[in-house]
C-alpha cells in the first residue's frame, strides 16, 4: 500500500547535539522582527522540492545493473498485467477547480530518436506480423477506478481512460509486443530496444475545445518473453555483486516500484490523417469502447507512406525505382523493419543481391522471404473458365453458337462446385443462398450435377454460356453451363 506525502518530513537536531559549549555560547542577535503589520519579511526560498500534483507508480522493481546518471529501466514480461498506480495530491490549491473526471492517455513509443523518426513505419510492419493483436491493451476486470476505457483501432499503442482524482484508481495494463521485434536481427532479448511508458493526463474541455493538459510523466521498460524479465532481472542482481564494493556506487539502488518521472507531453497528431494498411479491424479482447476514426488521436505518419497508400501497391519491384521508391516497395511488402538497413539502396542494387547476401543482412526466415518477393512470378490460377450469360448472346440478333457472345473470366483455386457456384453468382448477380443446384449441359442435351470431381476435370480454358432457370418449392434457381 502506497501512501501520499504532501511533504518531506525533516527530524532536525537540537542547538545542544549541534554545539558542545556553555549554553550561553548558544546566544546569538535577535532576527529584525517588523514591529508594523504593513511590513513583511523578504521571501525566504523554500529547500524543500514542490509536491507534484500527480504521482504515477508501476508496481514493478527496477534494474539494479544501470549506472547513476542514466534513467531507471524496468523489466516487463510480454502479455503480463502490471498495475499503475494513479496518484493525486487533493490539497493542492488547484484541485477544488478540477472536474470529478480526468482523462488521460497512455502510449507506448520509443525510447531510441533513430527508431522514433520511423516509428508509424515500426508499428505498420508489426501489425502486418501480427495481424489482430494489439501493442498496449488494459485488462479491464483488474483495473479499479477506470472510467470508460477506450482503445483505439488504428494506434495499436495507445489507450485512453477517465479517472477520478478523489478515488483510488489502480490501472493494470498489459504490453504485447518484446523489445527484440524491432531489432534487425532479434538475437536475444537483451539487445532488444527500450520502449518509453508515457502517461498524459488532461482536463476535459466543454464543447469542442481541445482538452487543458494538466501533467505527462513516463517510464522506460524493456519487454522480454514470458518469464524472461524475472531471469534477466535475476541476472542483473548477480552481476552486481560480484562486482567491488568501490565499483557498486557508481549504479543505482533497485527500487521495488517504478515512479515515473514527469517529462514533455507527447506531441499532437498531425492534421493530415493517417490511413492504415490494412483493413483488419484490430479490437481488443476485452469490452473497451472502441473510438470512431474521427475521433481519433492519430501518430503523424512519414509523408512518403502515406503516398505509397493512394495508390495500388506495386506486384513487382522496379529496376529503375528511385531510394523513396524502394523504401515504398519494402513497407508495402512487409519489410518496414528493413527499411533503414536498406536506406541507400535503389531498386537496381537491391535486385543486384543474392539469396546469401540477403540472409546475411535480414536473416535466414526475412532474408529468404525478400528473395522471393523480388524474383516473385504471378500465381497461375488452377483453372480458368469463360462464361457468358444467356441474354448476352441474343442482344442485336447474334446467331445461337457458342462462339459469339460477351464471355467473362472465372479464376478457380479450389476446384470446387462451391467455389465455381459463388464466383456464378457474383457474375451473374444472383444471391449465392438461392442457387439450389448447377448443372452442366452433356452429351446429348443430358444434364450432368455438377460436384468437385466434375470441376476438377473441366478443360482449362473452356467457355459456356450460363443459363438461368427459375424454380419454386423452394423458390431460387438452377445453373445450366451449356
Known amino acids: 500500500m502506497l501512501f501520499w506525502h504532501n511533504q518531506l518530513e525533516h527530524l532536525w537536531p537540537s542547538p545542544g547535539e549541534l554545539y558542545s559549549g556553555p549554553p550561553s555560547s548558544l546566544l546569538r542577535e535577535s532576527l529584525p522582527l517588523p514591529y508594523l503589520k504593513q511590513e513583511e519579511l523578504p521571501n525566504i526560498p523554500s529547500m524543500e522540492p514542490p509536491c507534484p500534483a500527480f504521482q504515477y507508480v508501476l508496481c514493478a522493481a527496477t534494474s539494479p545493473a544501470v549506472k ?20 493525486c495530491n487533493s490539497k493542492l490549491g488547484d484541485a477544488p477547480q478540477w472536474p470529478r473526471l480526468l482523462k488521460s492517455v497512455v502510449r507506448v513509443v520509443f525510447h531510441d530518436r533513430r527508431l522514433q523518426y520511423t516509428e508509424q513505419q515500426q508499428l505498420d510492419g508489426w501489425r502486418w ?16 477506478g477506470v472510467i470508460e476505457p477506450q482503445v483505439l483501432p488504428s494506434q495499436l499503442n495507445t489507450v485512453e ?26 538475437k536475444g532479448g537483451e539487445k532488444g530496444v527500450p520502449f518509453r511508458l508515457q502517461i498524459d493526463t488532461f482536463k476535459p474541455s466543454d464543447k469542442e475545445l481541445p482538452p487543458e493538459h494538466l501533467h505527462s510523466a513516463g517510464c522506460l521498460i524493456k519487454v522480454f518473453k514470458p ?15 560480484k562486482q567491488p564494493l568501490h565499483e557498486r556506487d557508481k549504479y543505482q539502488t533497485a527500487c521495488e516500484n517504478t515512479i515515473f518521472m514527469e517529462c514533455s507531453p507527447w506531441p499532437e497528431p ?9 483493413p483488419l479491424a484490430l479490437t481488443s479482447p476485452h469490452s473497451c469502447k472502441l473510438l470512431s476514426p474521427e475521433r481519433e488521436r492519430l ?38 523493419s528493413y527499411c533503414r538497413i536498406l536506406a541507400n539502396f535503389t531498386g537496381t542494387d537491391l535486385l543486384k543481391l543474392t539469396q546469401q547476401d540477403l540472409i546475411q543482412i535480414c536473416g535466414a526466415a ?24 444467356e441474354a448476352s448472346r441474343q442482344e442485336n440478333e447474334v ?34 443462398n438461392q442457387i439450389h443446384h448447377l448443372f452442366h449441359q452433356g452429351p446429348g442435351g443430358i444434364l450432368i450435377l455438377l460436384s468437385d470431381q466434375v470441376v476438377q476435370n473441366l478443360k482449362d480454358e473452356s467457355y459456356f454460356v450460363a443459363v438461368v432457370k427459375k424454380v419454386q418449392n423452394p423458390d431460387g434457381y438452377y445453373l445450366v453451363l451449356t
Request: proline share 7%.
Open 366 to 389: 526475412d532474408g529468404i522471404r525478400l528473395f522471393n518477393t523480388l524474383r516473385a512470378r504471378p500465381i497461375r490460377h488452377r483453372l480458368t473458365l469463360y462464361v457468358a450469360q
Open 299 to 336: 501518430c503523424c505518419s512519414p509523408p512518403f507512406i502515406l503516398d505509397s497508400l493512394r495508390g495500388s501497391p506495386a506486384e513487382d519491384l522496379d529496376p529503375g525505382a528511385s531510394i523513396l521508391e524502394t523504401q515504398q516497395w519494402l513497407h508495402r511488402h512487409r519489410f518496414s
Open 129 to 144: 506480423s501480427r495481424p489482430g493483436d494489439r501493442i498496449l491493451d488494459i485488462d479491464v476486470p483488474l483495473s479499479v
Open 227 to 241: 518469464k524472461g524479465a524475472d531471469r534477466k532481472l535475476k541476472t542483473d542482481r548477480e552481476k552486481i555483486e
Open 399 to 432: 446467331p445461337k453458337n457458342s462462339d459469339s457472345g460477351f464471355y467473362q473470366e472465372i479464376s478457380l483455386d479450389e476446384l470446387s462446385a462451391v467455389e465455381l457456384m459463388g464466383k456464378l453468382a457474383e457474375l451473374l448477380a444472383l444471391p449465392a
Open 270 to 278: 498531425s492534421a493530415e490523417p493517417y490511413c492504415p494498411l490494412s
Open 68 to 87: 547513476q546518471q542514466e534513467e531507471a529501466l524496468t523489466y516487463l514480461n510480454q502479455g503480463q498485467s502490471y498495475e499503475v498506480q494513479m496518484l
Open 161 to 186: 481512460f477517465h479517472w477520478d482524482p478523489t478515488k483510488r484508481t489502480s490501472l493494470f495494463l498489459q504490453v504485447h509486443c518484446i523489445s527484440t521485434e524491432f531489432t534487425p536481427r532479434k
